[in-house]
C-alpha cells in the first residue's frame, strides 16, 4: 500500500482545487466499491478533475511518485474494475459529464465519459439519431466505463458492442500525455488500431476523456414478444434455431424461471403469469421502420418455437406493456443480488452450444452443492450465471464455489467460448485468465501494458493473476 504524504495531497488541490479532494474515510470509502458481490477497497485520496489537462497534470505527479491511480465512473461494474485495491489516487470522472457536440451530417456524437448511457442515447433520439448500446445498467452507468469494459446489452446481438461504435478517442497516458488514438471516419487503415485497442482495456491503458461515437437513424417500430418454455434448454435451443430460420432479432434474452420469480418480487407494477412447470422464458424483439415486414418476421419467429414445448406467447400491444418488460428484464441482476449473496459470472460462448454450457452449468452446481440463476442475451450467447449462496455455509462457499467457477469456465473454454462478454475480467476473474489463455498469449498481453504503463501505475492488479 502507497503512503499519500501531505505534499501530494496539497500538489492534488493545487491541480484541481481543495473542493475536489477528499481524504474523509466516508468518501473513501463510498469510492471503494462498485457492484461486486461485497467488495470495498478504499483509495487513499478521491480527487474529481474537471478537463482533460487536470487529469494530465494528476498523471505526471502520479506518476514521477509511483502512486496507483484508478479510474472511476458510474460504479455499477461487476468484475471489480474500479477498485482501489492497492490505494492510491482514486479518479473519479463525474465531473467530465458534458455531451460537446451532436453531428447531425456525419451522425456521430463526441461526448466526455461521464455522461450516463441513457442520457446519451435520450439526447441523440431528439435529433432523430439512435445509439443501440444498451447495458442493463444504462440509467446510471458512464459511457465512459462502457469503453473500459466493451459494455454490450440486449441490443449487441443485431447492432453490436460498444467497440463497434467507437471512432475516436483522447486518452490521457499514463505518464500525462495526451493522444487520440483514431480518426473521426467510418473507416481508418491507417496504423495500429489504438481505439479499439484502448476499448475494453479496463482503465489499465490510459484514461479516457473524450469520446467520438457513430451513430445510426433511429427505428420507428418494433414488435416485443414474451415466449414461455416448460424446459430451460429447449429456450436455449431455440435461440440458435430463430437465426437459421432467417432472423436476426434486435434483442433476444434469455431468463430462467427464479429470475422471473424473484425479479417480480422485487419490483412494482410487473406482473407476468407463469404457469407452474415453465422453466425459462424467452424475451424477443424485432425493430425497422415497416411494421407489415415486422409481424412477417414475427410469424416466422413463432413458427420457430412452436417446434418446442412452449406456452401461450405474450405479444406487448402497447408501450407501457413493452416498458414493464423491458424493466422486468433489466432488474433481474438487482432482483438476484437482493436475495442472498452471490456472485456473477459473465460466460460467453457460440450461441448453438448455450443448451450445452447451460446443462453443464447445473451439473457443476449440483456437483458443488451451489444454486445457479441463469439470464443474459441469448442472442450472441452471453450467459450471465449468478451463483446464489442460500444455505451454503461459510466454508463450503469459500472452498466449493471456486472449484465450481474453475469448470464452469473449463468448459466455457471448451465450447469456443471465454470467460466475459461484456463484464470485464477486473479484479474477481484475473486468476481464471490461464483457462482461456495460454503463456504466451498473457505476456503478449503484460507487453502491451508495459509499453503504455512501465511503472505499472494505472488500475493496477486488474485482468493478470499475478499482478500485485
Not at 229 to 257: D, H, N, T, W
Not at 315 to 324: H, S, W
Request: aromatic content about 8%; hydrophobic content about 40%; proline content about 4%.
Amino acid at each position: 500500500m502507497v503512503n499519500l504524504d501531505q505534499n501530494i495531497i496539497s500538489s492534488l488541490q493545487n491541480i484541481v482545487g481543495a473542493s475536489f479532494v477528499f481524504t474523509d474515510e466516508e468518501t473513501r470509502k463510498d469510492y471503494g466499491h462498485d457492484e461486486t458481490e461485497d467488495y470495498n477497497f478504499p483509495p487513499h485520496v478521491v480527487v474529481k478533475p474537471a478537463n482533460t489537462l487536470e487529469i494530465s497534470e494528476i498523471m505526471k505527479l502520479a506518476n514521477a511518485n509511483a502512486i496507483p491511480v484508478v479510474p472511476i465512473g458510474g460504479r455499477t461494474g461487476l468484475s471489480g474494475g474500479a477498485l482501489s485495491i492497492l490505494g492510491g489516487i482514486g479518479l473519479s470522472m463525474e465531473r467530465l459529464n458534458k455531451i460537446l457536440s451532436i453531428d447531425e451530417q456525419n451522425l456521430q456524437v463526441i461526448t466526455e465519459p461521464a455522461v450516463i448511457t441513457q442520457v446519451l442515447k435520450e439526447a441523440v433520439l431528439e435529433k432523430g439519431l439512435f445509439y443501440p448500446v444498451d447495458p442493463s445498467s444504462m440509467g446510471s452507468c458512464f459511457i465512459g466505463g462502457n469503453i473500459a469494459e466493451n459494455s454490450g446489452g440486449a441490443r449487441a446481438v443485431k447492432y453490436g458492442v460498444t467497440k463497434d461504435y467507437v471512432l475516436n478517442l483522447e486518452v490521457v497516458l499514463p505518464n500525462g500525455e495526451i493522444i487520440w488514438t483514431g480518426a473521426n471516419t467510418l473507416k481508418n487503415s491507417t496504423g495500429y488500431n489504438l481505439t479499439q485497442l484502448m476499448v475494453g482495456s479496463e482503465g489499465t491503458l490510459g484514461i479516457v476523456t473524450k469520446i467520438v461515437l457513430k451513430l445510426w437513424p433511429k427505428n420507428n417500430h418494433n414488435v416485443l414478444m414474451l415466449v414461455p418454455f416448460y424446459k430451460s434448454e429447449q429456450a436455449c435451443e431455440a435461440v440458435s434455431a430463430i437465426f437459421r430460420a432467417g432472423i436476426v432479432p434486435s434483442a433476444l434474452e434469455f431468463m430462467e424461471r427464479d429470475a422471473l420469480d424473484w425479479t417480480m418480487k422485487f419490483i412494482d407494477g410487473v406482473s407476468v403469469p407463469i404457469k407452474e412447470n415453465i422453466q425459462a422464458n424467452l424475451l424477443i424483439e424485432v425493430d425497422g421502420n415497416y411494421p407489415d415486414v415486422l409481424f412477417q418476421e414475427a410469424e416466422k419467429i413463432m413458427n420457430v418455437v412452436e417446434a418446442f414445448e412452449i406456452d401461450e406467447v405474450l405479444f406487448a400491444d402497447t408501450e407501457e406493456q413493452k416498458n414493464a418488460l423491458w424493466k422486468m428484464r433489466r432488474a433481474v441482476g438487482e432482483a438476484v443480488k437482493s436475495n442472498s449473496v452471490y456472485k456473477e459470472e459473465d460466460t460467453v460462448v457460440p450461441r448453438y452450444e448455450l443448451p450445452t454450457l447451460l446443462k453443464g452449468v447445473k451439473e457443476i452446481g449440483n456437483k458443488y452443492g451451489f444454486q445457479s440463476v441463469c439470464y443474459g442475451h441469448a442472442g450472441d450467447g452471453n450467459l450471465h450465471i449468478n451463483i446464489v449462496k442460500g444455505e451454503m455455509t461459510d466454508e463450503n462457499w469459500k472452498t466449493d464455489v471456486p472449484k465450481g467457477i474453475t469448470e464452469i469456465f473449463e468448459l466455457t473454454v471448451a465450447l469456443k467460448g471465454t470467460l466475459s462478454g461484456e463484464h470485464g475480467i477486473g479484479y474477481v476473474q484475473k486468476d481464471y485468465m490461464p483457462i482461456a489463455f495460454s503463456n504466451m498469449e498473457l505476456q503478449l498481453m503484460k507487453g502491451i501494458k508495459k509499453v503504455f504503463d512501465p511503472n505499472n501505475i494505472l488500475n493496477p492488479g486488474k485482468i493478470f493473476p499475478d499482478d500485485v
